[in-house]
């Protein structure tokens, strides 16, 4: 069965902080992981990785895949209060199936 | 402005009694998704679309229904409600070569007693 597992479940750190979430997976006919950042209620796109190795930058955020070690992990540096939010991780599979699998998310919430 | 609108935005209603909830997009997406968010599970996807009459079931099938009649709109129906479909429903659209940038509607709470 497909399985995408985020942790931690929940993490607080004080504003300027920087964090690091992670994402693991497996997924058969895996083609792109993606993270969402869900504040008060829709999730809004963050990031899409495909290749290993590349980092995603925007920002304050960050991003990077292993697909080795079926792995990503997603870094905010210097956070700010507006960064509070649940963190989702999803990950997309190969052209002709287009389901999405989601975890379960990393609640962050950022203390001023 | 660029958007996907749910409707009904809350709902409580009782078991077994059908219910549809509408979603539409005006940024003439063709992929169009339900999912439904629970605490502890996270996002899961019921349905999703690629075109117009093109559906497929996504990881929680059971117990819901969609058709895609016309490219902006896709409801999610529920023929025999029942508690276990008390949650939190996104419709989500994107072009169907960015299926991962989905843009999510704002949500529909709904509450089956």
């Known amino acids: 069965e497909d399985k995408v597992v985020q942790s931690p479940l929940s993490l607080v750190v004080h504003e300027g902080d920087t964090v690091t979430l992670n994402c693991s997976y497996e997924v058969t006919n895996f083609r792109s992981l993606l993270w969402y950042k869900q504040e008060k209620k829709a999730p809004t796109f963050l990031f899409m990785l495909?290749?290993?190795?590349i980092e995603k930058k925007s920002g304050r955020l960050s991003s990077i895949l292993d697909k080795k070690e079926l792995f990503s992990i997603l870094n905010i540096t210097a956070t700010q209060t507006g960064d509070s939010a649940i963190y989702l991780c999803?990950?997309?599979?190969?052209?002709?199936?287009?389901?999405?699998?989601f975890g379960t998310g990393t609640r962050l919430t950022i203390i001023p | 402005e660029a958007q996907v609108t749910q409707n009904p935005r809350y709902l409580i209603t009782v078991t077994g009694k059908k219910l549809t909830v509408t979603c539409s997009q005006n940024m003439n997406h063709e992929y169009m998704s339900w999912y439904r968010q629970d605490p502890g599970l996270g996002l899961r996807q019921i349905y999703y679309?690629?075109?117009?009459?093109?559906?497929d079931k996504g990881d929680v099938p059971e117990g819901y229904k969609v058709s895609r009649k016309e490219k902006r709109n896709f409801p999610l129906i529920l023929e025999s409600p029942s508690p276990n479909q008390t949650s939190l429903y996104f419709c989500?659209?994107?072009?169907?070569?960015?299926?991962?940038?989905?843009?999510f509607g704002p949500g529909t709470r709904l509450t089956v007693t």
């Open positions: 999803a990950v997309g599979r190969s052209f002709g199936n287009e389901k999405l699998t």
């Open positions: 989500a659209s994107s072009f169907s070569g960015r299926t991962y940038e989905q843009y």
């Open positions: 495909t290749s290993s190795g």
């Open positions: 679309s690629m075109n117009v009459e093109v559906t």
